[in-house]
């Protein structure tokens, strides 16, 4: 993570680990889910907003019902989400995301994300949600927030045999920083406050 | 279901039973779970609102990676859900759930509902979104959306030794009844659209 003066912050579980400027990422210990999760826990104990991730989808098969315990799961499998994984409400607002992380420094893959979250992120988009990803450059240590609408373009464009993937600068560009918070982590409601404020400027043009 | 007209409408899957109005309900094979993901993949096929159930919490312990097929879980335990288990958007509102079935007629029990699942509705209504629950007594073929602000002052007049149950009559008058809808089933946005002419109402006073 960068911070505005330039230094970087360690967690405390990384202060026994050997210094290392290539493993720091790692050493964190935490993905950008992890992050995110922190960031949501503490957005609802700080009554902000109320953001979850939603749960893995499982087809469960077989069940084992042992007399006075709890019931096993003995069979089950993964199902894709049919949706993103994130959702919630922020001043009103219906906020829809999904979170990626990549060890490209130049571009996100569009590989990254699935059809039908594309089309998910469009339903959204269309009954006026806040519908955005959240990309992580792991190499980087950048975080971004970047709204569907971006996504969607360039998804459209890939199926006309476009380019495959969303370039670094057009993210710095288009996207807005998330900021670390020592607390919140991935502090992406500061992020998302400066997409509302440019949604109230169009507005008011 | 009851319909306008007085006349019950019965799905393809009940003919071949015999008929018996004590077992209509269980005879068309839907429970509330069913009509609600109806409801919801029928509105979504028509562009009217993004709403999905929420995948059943699990906490996975075992997994299996067999060669060449599919993860297997192999162990996991049911986890109790920390939200309610509908959420989506529509016409730019945040609409979050709950939907509960009772087998009695007088009244809705509480007990239905778990404490923390209280504690989200107050949550989402703080963040300006609209949070209801649908009750259906199944026994009357009746269900209802009702305003989380109601379900609210009956859980805090029960935790200060008030009763335990939401009376019918109550929900009847303050609740919205849900239409009967061939293809969307619990077509609870007509009940949710007087929720918000109501709103819209409230605000111009």
Chains 1, 2 share one sequence.
Request: proline share 5%; glycine share 4%.
């Amino acid at each position: 993570m960068r911070y505005p003066n330039g230094s970087r912050k360690r967690t405390a579980n990384t202060s026994t680990s050997p210094p290392s400027s290539k493993k720091d990422y790692s050493n964190r210990g935490m993905t950008l889910e992890e992050d995110i999760n922190a960031a949501n826990m503490y957005y609802v104990a700080r009554n902000l907003a109320s953001v979850h991730k939603k749960p893995t989808p499982v087809q469960i098969v077989n069940v084992d019902y042992p007399k006075r315990s709890a019931a096993v799961i003995k069979e089950a499998y993964f199902k894709q989400a049919s949706t993103t994984d994130y959702n919630g409400v922020y001043k009103g607002y219906h906020v829809d995301f999904e979170a990626k992380e990549t060890r490209n420094k130049t571009s996100f893959p569009l590989s990254n994300i699935h059809e039908h979250q594309v089309t998910h992120m469009e339903q959204v988009t269309n009954h006026c949600g806040l519908s955005f990803i959240i990309i992580r450059f792991s190499p980087l240590e950048e975080t971004y927030l970047l709204e569907s609408k971006y996504v969607l373009d360039f998804w459209k464009s890939k199926e006309k045999g476009g380019r495959k993937s969303i370039p670094h600068a057009f993210i710095k560009e288009n996207g807005y920083h998330i900021p670390f918070h020592f607390q919140a982590r991935v502090d992406y409601l500061k992020a998302l406050d400066k997409v509302l404020a440019k949604l109230e400027e169009d507005e008011h043009v």
